[in-house]
């Protein structure tokens, strides 16, 4: 009889070992389930800087927009200053060196040359007297100025310059919160953040050329004028992209005087094209250019010019337009 209650006894045992194993391991696999999610889940920036940039005239016009993800108000914002989210300031980065248009040491920023939020003002800073290193921040004037709450955004910062500095569009940026101690603030949360600069603009300008005219010929291989007309669609954030002369290449090999007037890297539309061909087929140039918008997004474009090996019939009005545009 003790035997039988001692077996019955080892038998409860284990089944109820089992069922408690079960159980807790259910509940583990859960909990390692929600905790594995957590982890996969990423949290949202803290705070994000975004630009883009445009060409206004002769200038390159940098503009920003800055995100708030986090409880606290944020004070300031310095554009191309790398901290490395450490407490070393010896290992800063200062990464403009492009000055705005019109920048005075003595008076600042023009305020032709730069646009801030109402109650923030704009101002360079540098590491030390006389770098040739920089960076733009904006902040609040006082106490008083409104500053970038959480959950809300703040655009109208504007730089313009003289010239492209990639560092204005691929750089970090200083985020600064304030520094209040509330109770709506997250406890640890930093007072001073570095984070990438994101580049806003990632389509590239459309871009058709055409040119004219689209066939040339001259009984004695002269050099003839053609004309590069360019159709450019605006978009969002830049409707003057920059216009270049890439390449001019053919079908067959040329000689170096085949080709006059042509300006490579430049917005030349006006060239001089030989009117020769070296044997029994047509001679077909190729002429592509780039477009560049000012956040460095580019796309090319081509047209061909022919100099037919047959020579082409010529209507007296035709002739009489050649004689106007072929140049020796």
Same mark, same amino acid.
């Given at each position: 009889?003790?035997?039988?209650?001692?077996?019955?006894?080892?038998?409860?045992?284990?089944?109820?070992?089992?069922?408690?194993?079960?159980?807790?391991?259910?509940?583990?696999?859960? &909990? @390692?389930?929600?905790?594995? @999610?957590?982890? &996969?889940?990423?949290?949202?920036? +803290?705070?994000?800087?975004?630009?883009?940039?445009?060409?206004?005239?002769?200038?390159? $016009? *940098?503009? *920003?927009?800055?995100?708030?993800?986090?409880?606290?108000?944020?004070? &300031?914002?310095?554009?191309?200053?790398?901290?490395?989210?450490? /407490?070393?300031? %010896?290992?800063?980065?200062? /990464?403009?060196?492009? $000055?705005?248009? %019109?920048?005075?040491?003595?008076?600042?920023?023009?305020?032709?040359?730069?646009?801030?939020?109402?109650?923030?003002?704009?101002?360079?800073?540098?590491?030390?007297?006389?770098?040739?290193?920089?960076? !733009?921040?904006?902040? !609040?004037?006082?106490?008083?100025?409104?500053? $970038?709450?959480?959950?809300?955004?703040?655009?109208?910062?504007?730089?313009?310059?003289?010239?492209?500095? #990639?560092?204005?569009?691929?750089?970090?940026?200083?985020?600064?919160?304030?520094?209040?101690?509330?109770?709506?603030?997250?406890?640890?949360?930093?007072?001073?953040?570095?984070?990438?600069?994101?580049?806003?603009?990632?389509?590239?300008?459309?871009?058709?050329?055409?040119?004219?005219?689209?066939?040339?010929?001259?009984?004695?291989?002269?050099?003839?004028?053609?004309?590069?007309?360019?159709? +450019?669609? &605006?978009?969002?954030?830049?409707?003057?992209?920059?216009?270049? $002369?890439?390449? #001019?290449?053919?079908?067959?090999?040329?000689?170096?005087?085949?080709?006059?007037?042509?300006?490579?890297?430049?917005?030349?539309? *006006?060239?001089?094209?030989?009117?020769?061909?070296?044997?029994?087929?047509?001679?077909?140039? +190729?002429? +592509? *250019?780039?477009?560049?918008?000012?956040? %460095?997004?580019?796309?090319?474009?081509?047209?061909?010019?022919?100099?037919?090996?047959?020579?082409?019939?010529?209507?007296?009005?035709?002739?009489?337009?050649?004689?106007?545009? /072929?140049?020796?």
């Amino acid at each position: 009889m003790k035997q039988s209650m001692a077996i019955l006894t080892h038998r409860f045992a284990g089944l109820a070992w089992k069922t408690v194993r079960k159980t807790f391991g259910l509940a583990f696999g859960l &909990a @390692f389930t929600s905790v594995g @999610f957590s982890m &996969a889940a990423e949290p949202a920036p +803290t705070a994000k800087v975004g630009v883009y940039a445009k060409h206004v005239g002769n200038k390159i $016009l *940098y503009h *920003y927009r800055v995100i708030n993800n986090s409880r606290q108000d944020i004070t &300031a914002v310095s554009i191309g200053h790398d901290t490395g989210n450490d /407490e070393e300031p %010896g290992n800063d980065v200062w /990464e403009l060196s492009e $000055l705005p248009s %019109g920048w005075n040491i003595k008076f600042g920023i023009p305020s032709a040359s730069s646009n801030s939020p109402m109650g923030w003002r704009v101002s360079t800073t540098t590491p030390w007297e006389d770098s040739k290193t920089h960076a !733009i921040t904006w902040e !609040i004037v006082n106490d008083k100025s409104p500053v $970038l709450s959480g959950g809300q955004s703040l655009a109208r910062m504007s730089i313009a310059l003289d010239k492209a500095d #990639i560092n204005y569009l691929t750089g970090h940026a200083l985020v600064t919160f304030s520094d209040d101690s509330s109770a709506n603030v997250a406890k640890g949360s930093p007072v001073n953040l570095t984070v990438p600069i994101e580049l806003l603009d990632s389509s590239p300008p459309t871009l058709a050329v055409t040119i004219t005219p689209k066939t040339i010929w001259s009984p004695d291989n002269k050099h003839i004028p053609v004309n590069a007309i360019f159709t +450019t669609k &605006a978009d969002d954030y830049d409707s003057l992209p920059e216009i270049k $002369l890439e390449s #001019i290449i053919a079908n067959e090999p040329l000689e170096p005087d085949d080709i006059r007037d042509a300006s490579y890297g430049l917005d030349d539309r *006006y060239l001089r094209l030989r009117s020769k061909h070296n044997g029994s087929s047509d001679r077909i140039y +190729t002429v +592509t *250019y780039s477009a560049t918008d000012a956040s %460095g997004n580019i796309t090319t474009a081509s047209a061909t010019v022919t100099v037919p090996a047959a020579v082409p019939a010529v209507t007296p009005h035709d002739q009489g337009e050649k004689s106007k545009i /072929e140049v020796k």
